[in-house]
T-cell receptor, first 119, second 115 residues
Framework: AQKVTQAQTEISVVEKEDVTLDCVYETRDTTYYLFWYKQPPSGELVFLIRRNSFDEQNEISGRYSWNFQKSTSSFNFTITASQVVDSAVYFC????????????????FGKGTRLSVIA | DSGVTQTPKHLITATGQRVTLRCSPR?????VYWYQQSLDQGLQFLIH???????AKGNILERFSAQQFPDLHSELNLSSLELGDSALYFC??????????????FGQGTRLTVV
């Protein structure tokens, strides 16, 4: 079974603080993809990043960085120097890669972490 | 803008009624996925269509059905609506059926309120 746990339900930080959102996943598949999505107050889901299970290199994109550790089944997301516009619900998701011709598998989402950045 | 269009954005209807939610995928995408986001269940996969054919089913109730048309747009039909069906319904699309690591691009969602 696939499962994604985001233990932090809500986080509140003051602007310019760094914040890390935790994501722990469970899967028996050896090949899988991990995703982060942002859901701002307007409601849409915005794709942020995708990582595959064979690539443990950490990634940085501007103020965003992601730490993938296969040994602990974690894919944490850090926002540096947070801004009010970062206030949103952030979802971590997992997609196992099945055998060819088995059909694409849907995303399994965590419950999300609501981040509030206070000015 | 993800390129995925969902209509309507908001829908208010009474219990027992039937509604149809519509999704137009990004240009060139053949796969359409439907997800339901409710307060208690979070984001859950409902159903996946690829090029007009149903490919996978998730936690979709029998009162719900979907289809994908030849022009690749999809409709999600919800019938005999109950208060608990109130949720945000998302459509997502991707290019293929099983390509490596495809991220699904999501529409803005349809917020359904059953009163």
């Amino acid at each position: 079974a696939q499962k994604v746990t985001q233990a932090q339900t809500e986080i509140s930080v003051v602007e310019k603080e760094d914040v890390t959102l935790d994501c722990v996943y469970e899967t028996r598949d050896t090949t899988y993809y991990l995703f982060w999505y942002k859901q701002p107050p307007s409601g849409e889901l915005v794709f942020l990043i995708r990582r595959n299970s064979f690539d443990e290199q950490n990634e940085i994109s501007g103020r965003y960085s992601w730490n993938f550790q296969k040994s602990t089944s974690s894919f944490n997301f850090t926002i540096t120097a947070s801004q009010v516009v970062d206030s949103a619900v952030y979802f971590c998701a997992l997609r196992p890669l099945r055998a060819i011709n088995s059909g694409n598998t849907p995303l399994v989402f965590g419950k999300g972490t609501r981040l509030s950045v206070i000015a | 803008d993800s390129g995925v269009t969902q209509t309507p954005k908001h829908l208010i209807t009474a219990t027992g009624q039937r509604v149809t939610l519509r999704c137009s995928p990004r240009s060139g995408d053949l796969s359409v996925y439907w997800y339901q986001q409710s307060l208690d269940q979070g984001l859950q996969f409902l159903i996946h269509y690829y090029n007009g054919e149903e490919r996978a089913k998730g936690n979709i109730l029998e009162r719900f059905s979907a289809q994908q048309f030849p022009d690749l747009h999809s409709e999600l039909n919800l019938s005999s609506l109950e208060l608990g069906d109130s949720a945000l319904y998302f459509c997502a699309s991707s290019v293929g059926d099983n390509e490596v690591g495809t991220e699904a691009f999501f529409g803005q969602g349809t917020r359904l309120t059953v009163v």
